[in-house]
Every structure is written in C-alpha cells, then in structure tokens.
C-alpha cells in the first residue's frame, strides 16, 4: 500500500517555489543596492506573475535573441490568461482618447544616409498603440531592406520619449493564442535589433514599459538629463512583454531587471548610464560621461 504523505510535508512542498521567488528578489535587490522588504510586498501580491518573470528571465540568459523573444512572448500571454491580470482589467476599462497630432505615427525622414525616425503622438505621450507599433515596424523594414541607409535615428516628439504600452488596448486580442502568434510576427524591437548597429534612439522625459524596451534593443541609446524608465508591468499581472526580459536584461543584468519589474520604482538617469541601460547623457548635460562597458546584445548581423 502506498502511504500518502503527511500535510506538513505537502505544505512545505507548496511553499518551495514561493521561497525560492523570495531568494531571487532578495538577491535583485542587492544587485540594485536596495532593501528587499518592497520587492517581497510586491511578490505576495502579484505571486503568478513574479514567478512567471523568474523563470523567463533565468531561461532567456541561456537562449539566443529570437528564442528568448518567444519565450517572453510565451510567458505573456500565459499572464493574459490569469487571474492578476483578469482583476487588473475587470477594474480599468477606460475609452482610449482620440489623437490630436497631426500627420502619421511615426516621421519618417531621410538625411543623406540617414533614415530619421520620430514619435509623432505627443497628445497620448507616444504611447505604443497598435497604430505606433504598425508605423515603426514599416519604417524599420524599410531600413533593413535598403543598403543605402547607413544611419537609423530614433527620437519622439513631445515631453516624453514614450509612456508604453496603450493600455486601453491591453487584452483586447481575440484570445492569448492569437496575441502570441501576432507578437512573434510583429515586434519592433525585433527588427530593430536586427539593424542595431546603425541604430541610436534618443530618449527623453518618461521612457515607461515599451518606451524602454523597445529603445534598449539599439546598438546605442542616448537620454537627455530629464530621462526616467520604469517597468510598471507587474501592477497589471504581467511582465514586460515589448522585448523588455530580452532588450534590457541583456543590457544590464537579469537580476537589475527583475529589480525594475518587481520594484516598479522609476530609475533615474544617472544610474541608468551606471547601469548600462543608456550609452550616454546628452552632451549639454553636467552629467555626460560614457558607458564602462558595451551592451551585452548578441546581436545578429546587420
């Protein structure tokens, strides 16, 4: 006869993964320098999505870009079909405001052998909208296919470079399936990885969710002094899901990531360039100074 186990044996098997999740963000936290009691607040109430973004970001170290972007995509969609996510939505359910900038999403100018991109949707703070997403893959696949460009340039219009994703269309796919199937096709930050050698986006102001992890993906990345990032995806029970566990934790670490995701907290300029996450300040700034070391990108070949 098989003996089933005792309850306490059952119960400390059920806390392992939870104890474990409290063993990593101890350990982001002092990555970040910061205390941890936040972050551990933060795992007990979202605990599906902090374990979901442990392990997309562990097995994404191992993984090659394109590989990593799907399993992010993976995890993404697993968090859209759960619970945190589902009681984030049931509570926000706002009509998306109308555009009142002129002109298309994005700007696109050629410079000789520049091609110029600009963020032309100040009125909603550039957020990453369908509209925005669809603008910047056209002007991306452009610059891949002709030989001629030699420079992309990235900037936004506004105050800010970008707020995100539009969170009025978060969950608005027929089904998480399909949302999968049309990220693994349509992802900016996929495409401007492959031309990131050429590529350097300026950011300024608020650069939230999307607004950084699309830019992280540039081989070089410049702030204006006013520049912030946040990743504030673990408030809706999900993780950064525009490239961010791939784009910025190759820039700065796993554990540095995880920190941003499970903090929430906004991270200034300064430690971003200490960090990595930008290249440099803006030359007209007292704090310009350069990057220790390059980006850890594993780029493919342009």
């Not at 009691?37 to 870009?65: C, D, F, K, N, W």
């Not at 991109?117 to 100040?122: D, E, F, G, P, S």
Request: glycine fraction near 6%; charged fraction near 20%; include cysteine.
């Amino acid at each position: 006869m098989v003996s089933s186990r005792s309850s306490s044996a059952a119960s400390a098997d059920a806390l392992a993964p939870l104890d474990a999740l409290r063993d990593w963000a101890r350990a982001a936290a002092a990555a970040a320098q910061a205390r941890p009691e936040p972050l551990l607040a933060r795992i007990e109430r979202t605990p599906i999505a902090s374990t979901v973004l442990m392990h997309a970001l562990r097995a994404g170290e191992a993984l090659s870009l394109e590989s990593a972007l799907v399993l992010e995509s993976l995890a993404y969609s697993t968090l859209q079909a759960g619970p945190e996510f589902r009681a984030w939505r049931a509570a926000h359910r706002t009509p998306k405001p109308p555009a009142r900038d002129p002109g298309p999403a994005v700007i696109l100018e050629r410079r000789a052998d520049a091609l110029c991109l600009t963020l032309n949707r100040a009125s909603l703070r550039n957020s990453m909208s369908l509209e925005m997403r669809d603008a910047l893959i056209e002007a991306l696949e452009l610059a891949l296919a002709d030989d001629s460009i030699a420079r992309v340039e990235i900037r936004a219009r506004g105050k800010c470079f970008s707020v995100g994703g539009e969170l009025t269309e978060f969950g608005t796919a027929p089904d998480p399936a399909t949302a999968h199937l049309v990220r693994t096709q349509a992802l900016p930050g996929r495409l401007l990885a492959h031309c990131a050698r050429r590529a350097t986006v300026y950011v300024h102001g608020a650069c939230i969710g999307s607004g950084i992890e699309f830019p992280a993906f540039a081989g070089r990345v410049i702030a204006a002094s006013d520049a912030w990032f946040q990743l504030p995806e673990l408030n809706y029970g999900l993780i950064p899901g525009a490239g961010g566990t791939v784009s910025i934790a190759r820039r700065i670490g796993a554990l540095r990531t995880a920190y941003l995701v499970l903090s929430g907290k906004r991270l200034d300029v300064r430690t971003a360039l200490a960090w990595g996450l930008v290249d440099a300040i803006e030359p007209d700034s007292p704090t310009r100074t350069k990057r220790a070391r390059p980006a850890r990108l594993n780029l493919p070949a342009p």
